[in-house]
């Protein structure tokens, strides 16, 4: 079976801190890939995908993940963070297998203090 | 108007009580789930279903049954609702390959008191 593990929790980060999450999947087949964001209160929104192609993929407001097949993972950077990136943070991994259902990670919550 | 909506927004019940969850699309996609979301163990499969006629259980479909009324209704009934069931309910749509975004509506906080 899948299993999706997101390293940190809970990250504090000041305002243009670099953000890395790391995210790492088990599951030995073609995977998709996906990191989606919860901002408080509102539902969860997409922020980037891999399926194919180039391994450093770039999504909204200025993150990227790179897939690393070998290791198995696909973190999420920033450069500089701002604060409206408050939010909580899910990796997610689908297959064939699963109906392509999403298997999440149990999230990471980033604060951002000004 | 939202893609993607649930109803009712928030709901507060009492143990034993039979209890429906509706989700409603206007996207025109075929599959649909149902994810139920607790504080530290991330989002939850509970059901998809690829169309009206094809229905299939999740990670965690004990104490949970789901109707697809037609392609754009999805609806989760808690039978008899307990209080380990409270939790944020949340619906998403997507097209039929792996790649494609699922789209979230906006969830259902549950209580069962």
């Known amino acids: 079976a899948q299993s999706v593990s997101q390293h940190n929790h809970h990250v504090i980060l000041s305002e243009a801190a670099s953000l890395e999450l790391g995210c790492n999947y088990s599951?030995?087949?073609?995977?998709?890939l996906f990191w989606y964001v919860q901002y408080p209160g509102q539902h969860l929104q997409l922020l980037l995908k891999?399926?194919?192609?180039?391994?450093l993929v770039k999504g909204i407001k200025g993150f990227e993940a790179e897939f690393i097949k070998s290791k198995f993972s696909f973190n999420l950077r920033k450069p500089s963070v701002q604060w409206s990136d408050t939010a909580e943070y899910f990796c997610?991994?689908?297959?064939?297998?699963?109906?392509?259902?999403?298997?999440f990670g149990k999230g990471t919550s980033l604060l951002v203090t000004p | 108007d939202a893609d993607v909506t649930q109803t009712p927004r928030n709901r507060i019940t009492k143990t034993g009580k039979r209890i429906m969850l509706e989700c409603s699309q206007t996207?025109?996609?075929?599959?649909m789930y149902w994810y139920r979301q607790d504080p530290g163990l991330g989002l939850r499969l509970i059901y998809y279903?690829?169309?009206?006629?094809d229905i299939n259980k999740g990670e965690i479909s004990d104490g949970y049954s789901v109707s697809r009324q037609a392609q754009a209704k999805f609806s989760l009934s808690l039978e008899s609702a307990i209080p380990n069931q409270t939790a944020l309910y949340f619906c998403?749509?997507?097209w039929g390959a792996g790649s494609d975004t699922q789209y979230f509506g906006p969830g259902t906080r549950l209580t069962v008191l």
């Open positions: 998403a749509t997507s």
């Open positions: 599951y030995g087949g073609t995977v998709n």
């Open positions: 891999y399926f194919s192609g180039d391994p």
């Open positions: 997610a991994v689908n297959s064939v297998g699963s109906g392509y259902a999403l298997n």
């Open positions: 996207k025109g996609h075929d599959r």
């Open positions: 279903s690829f169309d009206v006629k």
